[in-house]
């Protein structure tokens, strides 16, 4: 006689995704920032990180004011999120962003972000097979012979389209697969951090 074992789901995760208002012209822009970064001066980090691709500073919002202006379009949208879910999040701010573009083979091993509201913007994924991936933070104890009838996955892979941005808390692991494509995968990182000291 087998005994009935029931399950219990204990912890969901959520992402949330929009489309960034006015995509197209920024779009353009953030392609120019790369021809320059790429011909003039790169100011990529020297120190190595997960991502296995080319890159801009991590405080490209102070170097190129067009990110600057994307980051409060995203930050609208955000401001909306708390107030319409009812979070008590009194301020969000920016604390970091780059730009990422993954040549043929690039791609990003598994990573988070820390402590911060993570956005990715899609700037131009669709011709790529390289694919956005999230992957679950938790050490698989049993493992199945076979994943039929279960909820539980380590991975989740999105399909965004360009233009979609996708916020995140920042502490959850995710990378990029290789880009085994000849068309260059570009996507962009914007980290906002939740201020509570604000007097409310
Ligand atoms: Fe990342």
Redesign the pocket.
Known sequence: MTTKISKHTIFTEEVCSFTLPNFDFYKDKIKQIIKVEENILSSAPEKKCNVIAQRTSWNSHLRYPIMYNISEEMAVVLRQYVELEGYDVPHIELFQCWINWYNKDEY?NP?D?GDVLSCVLFVDVEETDAKFIFNSNRRTVLQKKDDKATNFSNLKILTPKNGTVIFFDGSVM?SVSPNRSDKTRITA?FNFRPDYQVKR
């Open positions: 990003a990573h972000h995710h990182a």
